[in-house]
């Protein structure tokens, strides 16, 4: 994979209501080099997988309102397939520096599919989303589009991530309603970023050969669009990690960016 050097010290800012924003962030920091990132977890209102629209709106325009006042942003990463559908282009218009997103990739999966039959895990108010809905609805006259809304599967990649044991039955319950099709998707659209976290132990409880797709190689060409890059090479600055609430996990989280190579880990109230 080809990585590029930014001519600049961009600044990203990336931000999801918990952990799944990581899986974009290590996408974008293995192909991009010399951007300095800032990564805010809304711990104090995960997950927003079950959160109305509108708080969802309001509660981005108050994170990017006070991010920008203490940082200087180059582009904000909606990491999260729920707030992306939610907002998005409707929060670009009160903010002067570009916002990207990743939404459910169902074109892709159209054209992934041999036997047409497609499988959609996503959070409850993603798959609620009325241009999702509609979207589905129309497919649906030559495609079987399959969806499940689970957050119980938000928590559990969660979990994962910060070092726990997750056991295999806990996930075969969430899609026990799958277990009597007759033909079972063979592509399956990951519609939440938390979900590439689990991706082994949904391969171990579904059939083989399924096609699993994900949002991050779409924020790609999205990141060409907004950022000049070459090949000189600056000196970058640290990153950082803020949370918005300090919760029992907080330890297992400063750790685990600690990992990632963020130096500053705090808290951020809002």
Request: proline content about 3%.
């Amino acid at each position: 994979m080809k990585q590029i050097f930014l001519r600049s010290q961009n600044t990203i800012f990336i931000f999801d209501s918990g952990l799944g924003g990581i899986t974009i962030y290590n996408y974008i920091k293995s192909i991009f080099l010399n951007i300095n990132f800032i990564y805010l977890l809304d711990n104090k209102y995960f997950p927003y997988g079950n959160k109305s629209k509108n708080f969802i709106l309001q509660r981005l325009k108050k994170i990017l309102k006070k991010i920008s006042n203490y940082y200087n942003i180059t582009l904000a990463v909606i990491a999260c397939n729920t707030a992306s559908v939610s907002s998005l282009p409707i929060i670009r218009n009160y903010f002067n520096f570009p916002i990207i997103g990743v939404t459910p990739v169902i074109d892709l999966a159209i054209k992934q599919t041999k036997n047409n039959v497609i499988g959609f895990l996503a959070t409850n108010t993603t798959l609620k989303n009325f241009k999702i809905r509609k979207k589905i609805n129309f497919l649906n006259k030559k495609y079987k589009i399959k969806t499940i809304s689970s957050s119980k599967l938000v928590f559990l990649a969660e979990k994962k991530l910060l070092g726990y044991k997750i056991k295999i039955n806990e996930i075969k319950k969430i899609f026990k309603s799958w277990d009597n099709f007759k033909i079972f998707p063979d592509t399956i659209i990951l519609g939440c970023t938390h979900f590439p976290l689990i991706l082994n132990e949904l391969k171990t409880i579904f059939p083989k050969n399924i096609y699993f797709l994900d949002s991050k190689k779409s924020i790609i060409l999205k990141f060409k669009k907004y950022l000049n890059y070459n090949q000189i090479n600056v000196k970058k600055k640290e990153n950082v990690v803020l949370y918005t609430e300090k919760s029992k996990y907080i330890k297992q989280i400063e750790f685990l960016f600690l990992k990632k190579g963020f130096k500053k880990i705090s808290s951020f109230k809002i």
